[in-house]
C-alpha cells in the first residue's frame, strides 16, 4: 500500500535554531516528491518539488534532500523564525496516478522566541 | 488576485441537507483537484478534473458526492445528504500540467463544512 510517514508528529525549537523533519515513503513507481508549508487555517503551499534525479533542492532557507533507493526526504530549516510555525507536509506522487498524490500528516512545527 | 478562490470559506449544514463548494482554478489552468482533510489527517485525494471530464474518481465516495468543472465557470463539489462524518475541510488546488508530472500544484484557502 502506497504510504508516507513524516516524524517526528511535532517539534518545537528556538528562534533561530536550524531543524531537520525526516519523510519516508513506500509509493512506487516512483514520480516526484514534494514539501509543502501549511500554516493554520490555510491552504499549503509548495515549497519544492523533486524528481528521482535529484537530490537536494533549496528554496531560501529550506532545503530538501531526496535518496530515491533508501526512499526518504528530509525538510531542512535553517535559522528558523517565528513565522516558520506550521506545519509541514511530505507529498509524493504515484508514476501513473494522474493526480492521486499521496500525503503524509505532517509534522507541525512550533518556533517560540 | 490570480490564485486558486474557493467560497464559501464556511459552510455550515445540517443533516440531510446538500452542501455545494465552488473552486475557480489559476487563470490558465486546466487541471482541478478536490482533497479532504480530516483534523489531525493528511489531506486525502478525492477527484481529479479537466474542463468537462472526470479524470480520476477513486478517492470519492460513490454515494452523495458529485464533482463537476464545466467549460464555463467554477469546479464544484457536490454533497447531497449530508451527514456528521461529512465534516472537514475541502482543499482544491489547480495546476498547468499534470500533477504527476512536476506540475506546479496551487491550492486554496479551503472550505470548511461543518455538519450538525
Known amino acids: 500500500k502506497n504510504q508516507v510517514e513524516q516524524s517526528p508528529q511535532s517539534l518545537i525549537i528556538l528562534e533561530g535554531k536550524n531543524c531537520t523533519l525526516q519523510c519516508n515513503y513506500t509509493v512506487s513507481p516512483f514520480s516526484n516528491l514534494r514539501w509543502y508549508k501549511q500554516d493554520t487555517g490555510r491552504g499549503p503551499v509548495s515549497l519544492t518539488i523533486?524528481?528521482?534525479?535529484?537530490n537536494t533542492k533549496s528554496n531560501g532557507r529550506y532545503t530538501a534532500t531526496l535518496d530515491a533507493d533508501t526512499k526518504q526526504s528530509s525538510l531542512h530549516i535553517t535559522a528558523s523564525q517565528l513565522s516558520d510555525s506550521a506545519s509541514y507536509i511530505c507529498v509524493v506522487s504515484e508514476r501513473g496516478s494522474q493526480g492521486n498524490l499521496i500525503f503524509g500528516k505532517g509534522t507541525k512545527l512550533s518556533v517560540k522566541p | 488576485n490570480a490564485g486558486v478562490m474557493q467560497n464559501p470559506r464556511h459552510l455550515v449544514r445540517r443533516r440531510g441537507q446538500e452542501a455545494r463548494l465552488r473552486c475557480s482554478p489559476v487563470k490558465g489552468h486546466s487541471h482541478v483537484y478536490w482533497y479532504r482533510q480530516l483534523p489531525e489527517e493528511g489531506l486525502k485525494f478525492m477527484v481529479y478534473l479537466q474542463k468537462e471530464n472526470i479524470i480520476d474518481e477513486s478517492g470519492m465516495p460513490k454515494e452523495r458526492f458529485s464533482a463537476e468543472f464545466p467549460k464555463e465557470g467554477p469546479s464544484i463539489l457536490r454533497i447531497q445528504q449530508v451527514v456528521r462524518g461529512d465534516s472537514a475541510a475541502y482543499f482544491c488546488a489547480s495546476s498547468p500540467l499534470l500533477a504527476e508530472y512536476t506540475g506546479e500544484l496551487f491550492f486554496g484557502e479551503g472550505s470548511r463544512l461543518t455538519v450538525l
Open positions: 523533486m524528481t528521482f534525479s535529484e
